[in-house]
């Protein structure tokens, strides 16, 4: 049984961007290279709030006060990755499929946003992921009848997904200097990470709560990733 938790929970977390990966990234070299540069930058984050983490012993025991500087931590990464995309876009263009698509920033974007979610998903789920192997099982607080195992894949799933459109929609805030679109992704970003404290709460059903909340979020985010898409294309026509 430990076998089928641990292959149901990893094909849970880490399938949908898998097959993301393979469908469309995997078959551009240039892709390929943006998302692990971006699962780079990542880690960089997560090495400086490591860092403070270390330093601060205070707030060592409180996840509310360590997803303050972590989530911002990732967010000033992520504007790195944006400067860093920028300079090196014409370059980009000249080697791309279609140099001329108006496009090929989204694609860019999408596939740094995929590094940083995919880069995410294995550091934040992998020890857990292994501990379903057994002996034991570990249920979620918040929903006894559920282990923490498949709460935690859902949640580590939704996530890859945050990261994929919440890159899309900096790269456009940042070019744009849409400051709405920027804060959406801050905000949202928080937002999603502590509805994912409802997981460990003493909420009944709050796991429920948790993954609902987000995947609102996701399908807002989807939304504007899909108006900006559409109105990218009405200019090129």
């Known amino acids: ?109 999408f596939s740094a946003g995929l590094g940083f979610g995919l880069m995410f998903g294995v550091i934040s789920y992998i020890t857990l992921l292994v501990q379903s192997l057994g002996p034991g099982v570990l249920m979620c607080n918040s929903c006894p009848n559920m282990s923490l195992y498949f709460v935690s894949a859902i949640t580590t799933s939704i996530f890859i997904l945050h990261h994929c459109v919440w890159m899309m929609i900096s790269f456009t805030g940042f070019t744009q200097r849409s400051y709405s679109r920027i804060a959406w992704v801050l905000v949202t970003h928080y937002g999603a990470s502590y509805l994912t404290l409802l997981n460990s709460s003493t909420i009944n059903l709050g796991c429920a709560y948790a993954v609902l909340g987000n995947v609102v979020l996701l399908l807002a985010s989807a939304i504007i990733v899909f108006a900006d898409l559409r109105n990218l294309h009405q200019k090129s026509s």
């Open 1 to 109: 049984m430990t076998l089928f938790t641990f292959f149901g929970c990893a094909l849970t977390a880490y399938g949908p961007c898998l097959a993301i990966f393979f469908g469309s990234i995997a078959p551009n070299a240039q892709l390929v290279i943006l998302m692990v540069s971006s699962a780079f930058f990542w880690l960089l984050s997560l090495l400086l709030a490591s860092a403070i983490w270390f330093m601060a012993k205070s707030s060592r025991e409180t996840f509310t006060s360590t997803i303050i500087y972590t989530v911002l931590l990732q967010e000033v990464f992520r504007w790195f990755l944006f400067l860093l995309i920028n300079r090196a876009e014409q370059g980009l263009n000249m080697v791309a499929r279609h140099p001329k698509s108006k496009f090929n920033r989204s694609g860019y974007a």
